[in-house]
C-alpha cells in the first residue's frame, strides 16, 4: 500500500485531493496565477525603466569623459607643438652663440698676433 493509499484509507478522501499529485501543494487557481502575473509583469516593466535610466546616466558619464579627452588630446597636442618651436629656437641661438663663438675666438687669435 501507497502512503497516499494509507492516508485515503485512514483520514478518507478530502476535497483538496488531486489524482496523481496526492495531498502536496496545490496549484494556483486562475485568479492568483493572473495576480501574479501582473504582479511579474509589473516588477519586469519597473526593472526595464530603471536599468534605462541607469544606462543614460553611464552613458551621459561616458560622453562627458569623452569630451574631457579629447579637450586633453588637443592640449597635449598643443603644448608638443610649442616644444617643437621652442626647440627649433633653442637650436637656433645654440647654433648662432656656436658662431658667435667661434668669431670671437677668430678675433682674439688676430689680436694676439699683431
Same mark, same amino acid.
Given at each position: 500500500?501507497?502512503?497516499?493509499?494509507?492516508?485515503?484509507?485512514? @483520514?478518507?478522501?478530502k476535497?483538496?485531493?488531486?489524482?496523481?499529485?496526492?495531498?502536496?501543494?496545490?496549484?494556483?487557481?486562475?485568479?492568483?496565477?493572473?495576480?501574479?502575473?501582473?504582479?511579474?509583469?509589473?516588477?519586469l516593466?519597473?526593472?526595464?525603466?530603471?536599468?534605462?535610466?541607469?544606462?543614460n546616466?553611464?552613458?551621459?558619464? @561616458?560622453?562627458?569623459?569623452?569630451?574631457?579627452?579629447?579637450?586633453?588630446?588637443?592640449?597635449?597636442?598643443?603644448?608638443?607643438?610649442?616644444?617643437?618651436?621652442?626647440?627649433?629656437q633653442?637650436?637656433?641661438?645654440?647654433?648662432?652663440?656656436?658662431?658667435? @663663438?667661434?668669431?670671437?675666438?677668430?678675433? @682674439?687669435?688676430?689680436?694676439?698676433?699683431?
Amino acid at each position: 500500500m501507497t502512503i497516499d493509499e494509507i492516508v485515503d484509507a485512514v @483520514l478518507g478522501k478530502k476535497l483538496g485531493y488531486i489524482k496523481g499529485l496526492g495531498y502536496g501543494p496545490k496549484p494556483n487557481t486562475t485568479r492568483a496565477t493572473q495576480r501574479r502575473t501582473i504582479e511579474l509583469e509589473d516588477s519586469l516593466k519597473k526593472a526595464k525603466q530603471e536599468a534605462g535610466r541607469a544606462q543614460n546616466k553611464l552613458q551621459n558619464r @561616458l560622453n562627458a569623459a569623452k569630451t574631457v579627452v579629447e579637450s586633453q588630446q588637443s592640449q597635449i597636442q598643443d603644448q608638443q607643438s610649442q616644444i617643437k618651436a621652442l626647440n627649433f629656437q633653442l637650436n637656433t641661438i645654440a647654433a648662432r652663440q656656436e658662431e658667435m @663663438l667661434k668669431k670671437c675666438n677668430f678675433l @682674439l687669435a688676430h689680436r694676439c698676433q699683431s
